[in-house]
């Protein structure tokens, strides 16, 4: 099958390339907004760590008491107007579900509620332009974040970084996951090497670009009342997961004494229907596992859903969350070489000496 998508892939790198080339020769031109603006964004589609270096930036930011607005698009949500949500914001009215939101955005602004300087705003739409001018206008932040800028050429930005990892590689989509040739990677001003929980460092010496080294540490176990799971010997689990990269998801399991019983994978973003909560549910009293593990953004989607949020009756997505051992793994991104490269940068932006 891969081998019949090959020809699009060449016909999508054509207008890729073509799209890019007039940008470059200045026949299309980026928007310029007052903010400074940061991009942050992939060559390869999904998986590369996005979303949690937004949340490594946003939190130093904020920490330096700035203003700051975070753009993002909001994947899978069941609406296309622009949502705006102060960090720190307390959902008591559960006006703040997956289906306005999305999971990311709420992953996000769960990890930085806790915060308490500098001003955040969270705004969620589909189109990244519009949201941003939105932003710009009404609000007048000092520097605004777009998360998965990269490809979004119509913004344009202060700091272009580029997330990359060891996936990026392979034939354009929809043969593979890159969403432009490797080598455009020389348009960013910033590279962050993202090696998730491998020891080894991928470092390439790209081009002499500026080069960040990151990785993902563990944390801890917790469930929906935010217990911790006690460290114990070998345990026993069914896992599932609608993330870009699963393989590294499952690394970081056995890692941790995880015997896997079954790996379920979902597409990223996945919707969990009733019927694929119970396919869970029945796979672990079928197996007789201890404990059911997801990731946080598959926590973060089925515990913010109307369906848990504002249901009155029980349904498959309460049971799970209330009535099974289901645990999500809390990890973060760290900066394990380089930071101060990141500081320079940032300091530069905010015209601190």
Same mark, same amino acid.
């Given at each position: 099958m891969k081998l019949l998508l090959i020809p699009i892939s060449y016909v999508f790198r054509f207008f890729v390339f073509i799209r890019n080339l007039l940008y470059r020769t200045g026949i299309l031109n980026a928007k310029i907004l007052e903010p400074k603006i940061i991009s942050v964004g992939n060559i390869s589609a999904g998986g590369t760590g996005k979303t949690p270096f937004v949340e490594i930036l946003a939190r130093m930011l904020l920490e330096k008491g700035r203003n700051v607005a975070i753009i993002m698009k909001g994947y899978k949500r069941e609406f296309d107007d622009i949502k705006v949500v102060e960090i720190g914001f307390m959902n008591e009215k559960l006006q703040l579900n997956t289906e306005n939101l999305g999971d990311?955005?709420?992953?996000?602004?769960?990890?930085?509620?806790?915060?308490?300087?500098?001003?955040?705003?969270?705004?969620?739409?589909?189109?990244?332009?519009?949201?941003?001018?939105?932003?710009?206008?009404?609000?007048?932040?000092?520097?605004?974040?777009?998360?998965?800028?990269?490809?979004?050429?119509?913004l344009f930005r202060d700091l272009d970084i580029v997330i990359l990892n060891e996936t990026t590689n392979g034939h354009m989509m929809p043969a593979g996951k890159l969403r432009e040739p490797v080598k455009n990677f020389k348009r960013a001003d910033l590279l962050v090497i993202n090696n998730k929980f491998?020891?080894?460092?991928?470092?390439?010496?790209?081009?002499?670009?500026?080069?960040?080294?990151?990785?993902?540490?563990?944390?801890?176990?917790?469930?929906?009342?935010?217990?911790? !799971?006690?460290? %114990?010997?070998?345990? #026993?689990?069914?896992? &599932?997961?609608?993330?870009?990269?699963?393989?590294? @998801?499952?690394? !970081?399991?056995? %890692?941790?004494?995880? #015997?896997?019983?079954? &790996?379920?994978?979902?597409?990223?973003?996945?919707? @969990?229907?009733?019927?694929?909560?119970?396919?869970?549910?029945?796979?672990?009293?079928?197996?007789?596992?201890?404990?059911?593990?997801?990731?946080?953004?598959?926590?973060?989607?089925?515990?913010?859903?109307?369906?848990?949020?504002?249901?009155k009756s029980e349904n498959p997505y309460k049971d799970i969350l209330f009535n099974y051992p289901l645990f999500y793994a809390k990890i973060k991104m760290q900066i394990s070489k380089n930071a101060e490269i990141l500081e320079k940068e940032l300091n530069r932006l905010l015209r601190i000496e």
């Open positions: 990311e955005a709420l992953m996000l602004l769960e990890n930085l509620n806790p915060v308490t300087t500098g001003r955040g705003l969270l705004v969620v739409g589909d189109d990244k332009t519009k949201s941003a001018k939105f932003a710009a206008g009404k609000f007048k932040p000092e520097i605004m974040i777009i998360d998965d800028g990269f490809q979004h050429r119509k491998e020891s080894n460092v991928i470092n390439e010496n790209r081009e002499n670009k500026p080069q960040i080294i990151c990785n993902y540490e563990f944390e801890k176990f917790l469930n929906i009342k935010s217990e911790i !799971l006690p460290p %114990d010997e070998k345990r #026993n689990a069914i896992v &599932f997961c609608g993330i870009g990269e699963p393989e590294s @998801f499952r690394k !970081l399991l056995k %890692d941790c004494g995880i #015997n896997i019983k079954e &790996f379920l994978i979902y597409p990223d973003h996945h919707n @969990f229907t009733n019927k694929n909560i119970n396919d869970i549910l029945h796979k672990h009293k079928d197996t007789g596992s201890d404990l059911i593990l997801t990731t946080q953004k598959d926590f973060v989607r089925i515990k913010n859903s109307e369906l848990v949020l504002k249901s």
